[in-house]
T-cell receptor, first 113, second 114 residues
Framework: DQQVKQNSPSLSVQEGRISILNCDYT??????FLWYKKYPAEGPTFLIS?????DKNEDGRFTVFLNKSAKHLSLHIVPSQPGDSAVYFC????????????FGQGTTLQVKP | DSGVTQTPKHLITATGQRVTLRCSPR?????VYWYQQSLDQGLQFLIQ???????AKGNILERFSAQQFPDLHSELNLSSLELGDSALYFC?????????????FGEGSRLTVL
């Protein structure tokens, strides 16, 4: 049972344009959502997060939106840069406060110069 | 550099064998997590230790076991290996206590079972 889904395996955008990565979840008990970025041969690195009590969180070029009624979150990158090319994972955490994260399958973003 | 060190980076072994993966967390972090990433899959949570004690368990196979030592490093033991165990195994750490959401991941140990 895939509780966190990223339905787009890949996304290609032009440098300077907006990148929108999407993520859907099924478990309404999730209370914290995160995005991680992963370059080849490296471990995932934390990018941005959002609590379920908010619907938007912004950090520089990165904004995460949460739509709880639709059980959907998205990551917007504006403007996109070639260095943003990586695999992006969304992840969710429940109320257990244990640090157990449920990850999506990842979306490979390619930003073309 | 996340500060989390994993060894070995690559490991090739045969079915039926046993391997040990090692993880040193960031300085000061009390929690260690193990995740498995199989081909084209997301990261699957295996287990979490906090200050030497098991805190949470995921879908970890009975053939797998882990522990966290007094110096806070952790080892993941995989035994009776099968072809399907081939994967990237990530270790992550966090300060522990209240979960803030950010985990610091190592570069992973790539296990290939032939």
């Amino acid at each position: 049972d895939q509780q966190v889904k990223q339905n787009s395996p890949s996304l290609s955008v032009q440098e300077g344009r907006i990148s929108i990565l999407n993520c859907d979840y099924t478990n309404s008990m999730f209370d914290y959502f995160l995005w991680y970025k992963k370059y080849p041969a490296e471990g995932p690195t934390f990018l941005i997060s959002i609590s379920s009590i908010k619907d938007k969180n912004e950090d520089g070029r990165f904004t995460v939106f949460l739509n709880k009624s639709a059980k959907h979150l998205s990551l917007h990158i504006v403007p996109s840069q070639p260095g943003d090319s990586a695999v992006y994972f969304c992840a969710a955490s429940g109320t257990s406060n244990t640090g157990k994260l449920i990850f999506g399958q990842g979306t490979t973003l390619q930003v073309k110069p | 550099d996340s500060g989390v060190t994993q060894t070995p980076k690559h490991l090739i072994t045969a079915t039926g064998q046993r391997v040990t993966l090692r993880c040193s967390p960031r300085s000061g972090d009390l929690s260690v997590y193990w995740y498995q990433q199989s081909l084209d899959q997301g990261l699957q949570f295996l287990i979490q230790y906090y200050n030497g004690e098991e805190r949470a368990k995921g879908n970890i196979l009975e053939r797998f076991s882990a522990q966290q030592f007094p110096d806070l490093h952790s080892e993941l033991n995989l035994s009776s290996l099968e072809l399907g165990d081939s994967a990237l195994y990530f270790c992550a750490s966090s300060e522990g206590g209240r979960f803030t959401g950010e985990l610091f991941f190592g570069e992973g140990s790539r296990l290939t079972v032939l």
